[in-house]
């Protein structure tokens, strides 16, 4: 079942939270790949053309906007779901991710159960606890 | 009449001693008009009348140079018809012509022809001519004929008549030609006729009655109108004619000596003509008593009689003036503060006023000292206004200049300011010098004032700049201070923001791998376990709330929180609020009440802070009520256009000193570190700064021990 799950490509440069995310996603039975910033997601995005792609917004080095314009840029990865996740709530930082591409906006702090949520709207999958399973 | 003297050579006729005296009154006649022969002719014929009664006759002069006989004189019968009685002396048939022929008188019958027009004078019937003898018994034959009806009783006189008469005619007309002599009477007639017509003058003769009898042109043009004349001259003349007669009466009553005064109507004109009249009453033995008048034409005199009494009255009336005018100028050039003395070309003062007296005047109780000093102002003076009086500078040529006076009295210097200027005639004749002294103490004193004023002025502007620059300083310290303090809260403001967004990485961690451990990822939990999980989870989320709450008052102090208005009807509000804080509620064991207004209507607002506002509220109420219940009401305002949600509770209440305190930021009623209850102390203060930028507020009643309603009021349309 693990290897028939769509793919997720987690994009985070801090470890504990990346880590949490993958960890719950697949424990709720998707694929998971995890990069740690714009470079690396460009890398993995292009090379395993996952379902949907999680991106940070704050990431050191090529920026979590900067990836999403390159991604929705490119024809091979325009079509992919891009949900931002940042800790700035400040006003402009969905205004922000829209305009760079991002298809979803989640606000850190986000409960892995929630971003999870997000994610199954995001792909049209029903939605289901992983206590229901 | 005076008495002449005797006639001498006519007396040695022999006459009646009857008619002695009377034949010698006609003799006297005679002597006295001897060389008019018309009066004597005439006097002859009344003498007839008187003495020998004869009624009617006629006397004719032969006048062999122009071969006439003519008619000089006539009584009883018309003045024409005596001067129309002329015929040729070379008419032989002419009885007349005959008579003159012969020695004795004739009768000449009536009936008879060329009887001529002295028959038609005498009226019809035979009458006698009388012919009169001349001194020289000359072949011509008689000088003249007497014409009258025949008497008997008249021969004597008749006789001795004709003899002297003729004897007089025959010496008058040896001095000339006897026509030429009537026709001179008739040239001297029309002579003085064209005199008395050329006087300006009304003239005229009237009987005593005042009817006109000789009137000169102008006098007729005044007193006399014929039917073809105008109306209104008509009438003119008759006013003039009764004020003529009027005037007559009065003066025969009170004596004609006295010219009197006569307002007369000029008939052409018909303006008003004032004459004086002098009337003397004149006898005529022939005409009787008259009244001869002069008029003279006073109007024009008495108008200028008037002009000159009007103009002497303006004058009177102008010195009256002039005299006032001098008598003001007196007084205002005493009343002048300044002396004035007014000085005459040979330098004598002709004026001064009380001020200048007292310069120029020694007092009558002064010392010597006054005295000298009296001539010392005096020296001062005259030297000024030499200049002047030698006739320097122009006739318009103002002096001044400044003098030292003394006071007579006190010796006490004076500086007067001279300003003197020339008077002149109109032919630019000097006539005065005019010289006002200005003390000028007053105005050195405050120059001297000034000067001082000037100096503590000066100071003050001193320090005043002083403070001013002071104050600058001050400012300047200020506006850099502010600005510092600017710095610092927009530090402030980005350092919370910025910690903020710190504290979320590793909240959301915590919160992340608590939430997984409870979801069972790591596998199944003890009952200890799960229940320590849960407070680390309920601990964290309420740090998540009150860093949301920071953040929230970072943004909104910094301008940064965005309103997105939409519309939304306010009821529906409270039951999603109700539904978030569910877990909440159950856990109060309170009853929730809303109080919906069906009316109310929808509002366009921001959903999302309304909302917010009104759970801050609510878990408010929840927090501080123990028992009782809370309700929610929202109700509408139409006359104010808003709406309100209102959120009472049973609580424990807020003391009115307190009420503006929970409103601050960071507050709560009890802030002492041992507090009962729980949160940040931020909540309120957000609520009231997100009412405000909808437009709204959030008002509180309440009182300790009796519970508390907040109630959030927000215009139906916030959008700006």
Redesign the interface.
Same mark, same amino acid.
């Given at each position: 079942m693990t290897e028939q799950g769509p793919l997720i490509l987690v994009v985070d440069d801090y470890e504990d939270a990346r880590e949490m995310y993958a960890e719950y996603l697949r424990f709720c039975g998707f694929r998971v790949a995890e990069a740690r910033n714009g470079n690396e997601a460009l890398e993995q995005a292009f090379s395993l053309m996952p379902n949907l792609i999680l991106m940070d917004l704050s990431l050191p080095g090529m920026d979590g906007w900067e990836a999403t314009r390159q991604l929705k840029a490119d024809p091979r990865t325009a079509r992919i779901p891009v949900v931002a996740l940042t800790g700035h709530a400040l006003a402009g930082a969905s205004e922000g991710a829209k305009r760079a591409g991002c298809d979803s906006f989640v606000t850190k702090p986000c409960l892995p159960d929630d971003l999870v949520v997000e994610v199954r709207r995001m792909l049209g999958l029903p939605q289901t606890t992983p206590t229901d399973r | 009449m005076a008495r002449p003297q005797p006639a001498r050579s006519l007396a040695r006729q022999t006459l009646s001693s009857g008619t002695e005296a009377a034949r010698l009154e006609l003799l006297e006649y005679f002597l006295i008009h001897h060389d008019d022969l018309q009066r004597c002719a005439q006097a002859s014929l009344e003498w007839l009348h008187r003495y020998a009664g004869v009624k009617r006759s006629v006397c004719l002069l032969a006048d062999r140079d122009s071969g006439t006989l003519v008619g000089v004189a006539g009584f009883g019968v018309g003045a024409d018809d005596v001067e129309m009685s002329e015929s040729s002396l070379s008419d032989e048939g002419n009885p007349l012509v005959g008579a003159l022929a012969s020695a004795e008188p004739i009768i000449i019958n009536s009936g008879r022809a060329n009887g001529g027009s002295t028959r038609a004078a005498l009226g019809p019937g035979a009458y006698a001519a009388v012919p009169l003898r001349g001194v020289r018994d000359r072949e011509e034959g008689a000088v003249g004929l007497l014409l009258m009806r025949p008497g008997s009783d008249t021969t004597a006189d008749l006789s001795w008549l004709s003899t002297v008469l003729g004897q007089k005619l025959d010496q008058i007309r040896g001095r000339g030609s006897l026509a030429e002599e009537v026709r001179k009477l008739r040239r001297e007639r029309s002579l003085l006729f064209t005199i008395i017509n050329s006087v300006t003058d009304p003239i005229m003769l009237t009987d005593t009655e005042g009817r006109l009898i000789v009137a000169n042109a102008r006098a007729e043009k005044l007193f006399a109108a014929g039917e073809e004349e105008s109306e209104g001259r008509r009438r003119a003349v008759e006013l003039n004619n009764m004020l003529f007669s009027a005037a007559l009466s009065r003066s025969a009553v009170e004596g004609p000596s006295e010219a009197r005064e006569l307002l007369l109507v000029d008939p052409s004109e018909g303006s008003d003509l004032l004459f004086e009249v002098l009337s003397s009453t004149v006898e005529d033995s022939r005409e009787g008593t008259g009244i001869v008048s002069v008029l003279r034409n006073i109007t024009d005199l008495r108008r200028a009689t008037e002009q000159i009494e009007e103009n002497y009255q303006r004058l009177r009336v102008l010195e009256a003036e002039a005299r006032t005018e001098r008598d003001r100028l007196n007084l205002i050039i005493d009343s002048v503060a300044d002396p004035i003395i007014v000085t005459d070309p040979t330098g004598e003062t002709v004026l001064m006023n009380a001020p200048a007296e007292e310069l120029f005047t020694v007092p009558v109780t002064a010392a010597d000292i006054a005295e000298r000093n009296v001539q010392a102002n005096d020296a001062h003076f005259s030297s000024f206004i030499s200049g002047l009086l030698l006739g320097e500078g122009g006739p318009r040529e103002i002096r001044r200049g400044e003098i030292g006076l003394v006071n007579p009295s006190s010796s006490e210097l004076i500086p007067v300011e001279a300003i003197a200027g020339k008077v002149q005639s109109e032919s630019g004749e000097l006539t005065a010098v005019v010289t006002i002294l200005h003390d000028r103490r007053e105005a050195l004193e405050r120059v001297r004032l000034y000067e001082q004023l000037k100096l503590a002025s000066d100071e003050l502007q001193a320090r005043v700049q002083a403070a001013t620059a002071e104050l600058a300083t001050q400012n300047e310290l200020l506006r850099r201070q502010a600005i510092e303090l600017e710095q610092a809260s927009r530090l402030k403001s980005q350092f919370l /923001?910025n910690m903020?967004?710190e504290f979320?990485? %590793?909240?959301? /961690?915590i919160?992340?791998?608590t939430?997984?451990l409870l979801?069972?990822?790591a596998g199944d939990l003890t009952v200890a376990a799960r229940r320590q999980l849960t407070r680390i989870d309920s601990n964290g989320r309420h740090l998540?709330t009150i860093i949301?709450e920071i953040?929230d008052i970072t943004?909104i102090e910094a301008g940064?929180? %965005?309103i997105q208005i939409s519309e939304f009807n306010p009821s529906e509000i409270v039951p999603e609020v109700m539904a978030e804080l569910d877990p909440v509620i159950a856990r109060s064991k309170l009853i929730v009440t809303p109080k919906l207004d069906p009316e109310a209507p929808p509002v366009h607002s921001d959903r999302q802070k309304v909302k917010q506002i009104v759970v801050n509220l609510l878990s408010n109420a929840l927090k501080f009520t123990h028992q009782g219940g809370i309700e929610i009401a929202v109700m509408h305002d139409a006359d104010t256009g808003s709406v309100s949600i209102a959120v009472s509770d049973t609580g424990i209440g807020i003391a009115p000193e307190h009420h503006e305190r929970i409103f601050e930021d960071f507050r709560q009623v009890d802030s002492s570190p041992s507090r009962q209850y729980g949160g940040t102390g931020l909540g309120l203060a957000i609520c009231r700064r997100l009412a405000g930028a909808l437009g709204g507020r959030i008002a509180l009643r309440s009182n300790l021990g009796q519970g508390s309603t907040f109630t959030l009021t927000i215009p139906v349309d916030a959008t700006p």
């Open positions: - | /923001a903020s967004h979320r990485t %590793p909240l959301n /961690a919160l992340g791998y939430h997984m979801h069972g990822v998540l949301n953040l943004r940064k929180m %965005p």
